[in-house]
């Protein structure tokens, strides 16, 4: 398990891409990695979140202010390999998402999932 202090002196050396991948992955990192984005000012869109096993998001953080800021930056989701779910709330804000590709093995997708994901267009489902 790393610790706060590896966290934060590990995403100094980490390029952006890298971060805005790895800020969903795990609480402890996305703290650490929110401070970093939020300190270079981006005017791009982050672009991506990753969704991973056992990532529900419950209503209150799906809601904060602080992933409602990140959330309307997202274009792309990426999906880990080996999970069966799409998280509640996993891409909720996610207000720029054109086309999202569920990959072979989802066998739900959570509460919420893409709510208020309008400008979504379309969803890709594997074929059967």
Not at 3 to 25: C, N
Not at 28 to 51: R, S
Request: proline letters at 2%; one cysteine or more; aromatic letters at 10%.
């Amino acid at each position: 398990m790393h610790t706060d202090d590896f966290r934060r002196l590990f995403v100094g050396f980490v390029m952006v891409d890298t971060l805005v991948a790895m800020r969903w992955l795990d609480r402890k990192w996305h703290k650490v990695v929110e401070k970093e984005l939020t300190e270079l000012e981006e005017d791009e869109p982050f672009g991506e979140i990753i969704v991973h096993g056992g990532n529900d998001i419950d209503y209150d953080e799906a809601r904060s202010d602080a992933r409602y800021e990140g959330m309307t930056q997202v274009t792309t989701v990426v999906f880990l390999l080996n999970i069966t779910k799409v998280g509640d709330h996993a891409c909720f804000y996610a207000s720029i998402l054109v086309v999202v590709d569920i990959p072979e093995g989802i066998t739900s997708i959570g509460f919420a999932s893409f709510s208020d994901c309008s400008s979504l267009k379309e969803i890709k489902f594997p074929k059967s």
